[in-house]
């Protein structure tokens, strides 16, 4: 079946505006992550969705950033009044249930702020 | 501060040869698990080894947890090019979000 999807897979904003980062998660998977990744670096934890539960924001790294996820399914992950410093690829993941259960990433978007 | 951590950061070998990473964490877990990473973009899950179990394979792939020392390796037998990449280890923070280490980019010599 179809794997998690991303987009758009590249975005280039100027400084300041607000961008929408979408993601499709695989069908029946109720949990879904939004990670951020800076060249070279290891993966950043931004905010976690498991079913109806309220999200766990806490790797939000400020006020900026918002996210929703409808229905159940796809994910929306907004920065808002966007930073140089917001530069990175931002990833989505889902899982069949919680942490205990493998993975599945999307491609990424490729976000610059110039 | 970072609950996995994968030694060494960068390892570079000759094709045909074995590749060991290896990845220290803090807090207790119920799973670790390993993904790869080619070109910067999305991640592949490799391999998932919970606390109660000590080693597992796949392929050429073996994975040791060591909950007392709090770490696991990942050995990837006869590398091959293919195998150049970033290797990340990943541990679970009581069963609700995975926490990613920084970490190891494998490159593999023709």
């Known amino acids: 079946g179809a794997g998690v999807s991303q987009s758009p897979s590249n975005k280039v904003t100027e400084k300041g505006k607000d961008v929408e980062l979408r993601c499709d998660p695989i069908s029946g998977h109720t949990a879904l992550y939004w990670y951020r990744q800076s060249l070279g670096q290891g993966l950043e934890f931004l905010i976690y969705f498991q079913g109806n539960s309220a999200p766990d924001k806490s790797g939000l790294p400020s006020d900026r950033f918002s996210a929703e996820r409808t229905g159940g399914s796809v994910s929306t992950l907004t920065i808002q009044r966007t930073q140089q410093e917001d530069s990175a690829v931002y990833l989505c993941?889902?899982?069949?249930?919680?942490?205990?259960?493998?993975?599945?990433f999307g491609p990424g978007t490729r976000l610059t702020v110039t | 501060s970072q609950q996995g951590e994968e030694d060494p950061q960068a390892l570079s070998i000759q094709e045909g040869e074995n590749a060991t990473m290896n990845c220290s964490y803090k807090?207790?877990?119920?799973?670790l698990q390993w993904y790869r990473q080619n070109s910067g973009r999305g991640l592949v899950h490799l391999i998932l080894i919970r606390s109660n179990e000590r080693e597992k394979h796949s392929g050429r792939l073996r994975v040791t947890l060591d909950t007392s020392k709090k770490s696991s390796s990942l050995l990837i037998t006869a590398s091959r090019a293919a195998d150049t990449a970033s290797y990340f280890c990943a541990t679970d923070i009581r069963a609700q979000k995975l926490v990613f280490g920084q970490g190891t980019r494998l490159t593999i010599n023709p």
């Open positions: 807090t207790s877990i119920n799973n």
């Open positions: 993941a889902s899982s069949l249930k919680g942490a205990t259960y493998e993975q599945y």
